[in-house]
């Protein structure tokens, strides 16, 4: 459902989306993220009114360089996922530590 929508509101907890309104934790740090790669705009719950949803709904709708820029990260995670690099790099690092054991374990998967 959220893939045929033009517009998502979250709390900051998921993927960059175009409304976010953060409620505790690291969900105010990720809606400062995505206000500043223009991936969506920020509002308050605590003074949140229809006016001011409606503004913001408008704000993501209208302006489609933000469904660009969420098009585009949402790419790169993509990238990545299909990346393997991550796992490699702790296994290298694993094996490092634990004198090649992780390593051998690593090749005998691939």
């Keep these: 459902m959220v893939s045929r929508s033009c517009a998502v509101t979250t709390s900051g907890g998921s993927a960059p ?3 976010v309104l953060p409620l505790m934790r690291d969900q105010f740090e990720m809606a400062r993220r995505i206000v500043h790669h223009r991936l969506g705009v920020e509002g308050s ?3 949140l009114d229809a006016e001011k949803l409606g503004a913001m709904i408008g704000k993501a709708v209208v ?5 660009a820029r969420v ?4 790419r790169r995670f993509e990238e990545s996922d299909r990346s393997s690099i991550g796992v490699e790099v702790i ?3 694993l094996a490092e530590r ?4 992780a390593a051998a374990g690593a090749s005998s998967r691939r």
């Design 71 to 74: 098009t585009a990260m949402r």
């Design 98 to 101: 634990r004198g090649g054991r």
């Design 91 to 93: 296994e290298a690092t």
């Design 45 to 47: 719950l605590a003074d």
């Design 17 to 19: 989306l175009a409304m």
């Design 63 to 67: 302006d489609r360089s933000f469904k």
